[in-house]
T-cell receptor, first 115, second 112 residues
Framework: GAGVSQSPSNKVTEKGKDVELRCDPI?????LYWYRQSLGQGLEFLIY????????KSGLPSDRFSAERTGGSVSTLTIQRTQQEDSAVYLC?????????????FGPGTRLTVL | SQELEQSPQSLIVQEGKNLTINCTSS?????LYWYKQKYGEGLIFLMM?????EEKSHEKITAKLDEKKQQSSLHITASQPSHAGIYLC????????????FGKGTLLTVNP
């Protein structure tokens, strides 16, 4: 079946602009995660959605970052007033039940470059 | 918070050679995941280990979790150029969101 998909694959924007990144999880997966991969920083957790529960936003680096998940499926990560330090690869992952030891499957990522 | 340290940071081997990558945790591991990443691509799931002493194999890749559940190793036998990439270990942090904490990765180059 289809895996996790993300769009766009690459995004170049100017400092101060807003960007939206999209994630389509594996069909039927209830849990969805966003991570950020920066040069030298490794992979960092951003936000977690599980079913209809309130999202866990504990990893968001600032209030310029927000995410939503509509209908328990597609998710959008929005970065407002982008800064150069936001440049990174943004990865989305989904898992079937979002419980412990439930494998997370990752999408190909969106490479964001802020000029 | 849990930290994962991977070693080595990078590795260059000749095709056909065996190699081992290590992942050490500062805390007990509830679940340890190995992923592979190629440039411009997402993470490809390799294996998950949960129990102390557990060992899993897939093709020429074997992963082990020690009895104390604080260290894991990934061993590749008779490496091939297709094994090249970045290997990442990730661990369930044990929190209610089941987020993964990752090591910095090991860059593997296999020369033909």
């Amino acid at each position: 079946g289809a895996g996790v998909s993300q769009s766009p694959s690459n995004k170049v924007t100017e400092k101060g602009k807003d960007v939206e990144l999209r994630c389509d999880p594996i069909s039927g997966h209830t849990a969805l995660y966003w991570y950020r991969q920066s040069l030298g920083q490794g992979l960092e957790f951003l936000i977690y959605f599980q079913g209809n529960s309130a999202p866990d936003k504990s990893g968001l680096p600032s209030d310029r970052f927000s995410a939503e998940r509509t209908g328990g499926s597609v998710s959008t990560l929005t970065i407002q007033r982008t800064q150069q330090e936001d440049s990174a690869v943004y990865l989305c992952a989904s898992s079937a039940t979002g419980t412990s030891t439930d494998t997370q499957y990752f999408g190909p990522g969106t490479r964001l470059t802020v000029l | 918070s849990q930290e994962l340290e991977q070693s080595p940071q990078s590795l260059i081997v000749q095709e056909g050679k065996n190699l081992t990558i290590n992942c050490t945790s500062s805390k007990t591991l509830y679940g340890l995941y190995w992923y592979k990443q190629k440039y411009g691509e997402g993470l490809i799931f390799l294996m998950m280990l949960q129990k102390g002493g557990e060992e899993k194999s897939h093709e020429k890749i074997t992963a082990k979790l020690d009895e104390k559940k604080q260290q894991s190793s990934l061993h590749i036998t008779a490496s091939q150029p297709s094994h090249a990439g970045i290997y990442l270990c990730g661990a369930d942090s044990g929190g209610s969101n089941y987020k993964l904490t990752f090591g910095k990765g090991t860059l593997l180059t296999v020369n033909p």
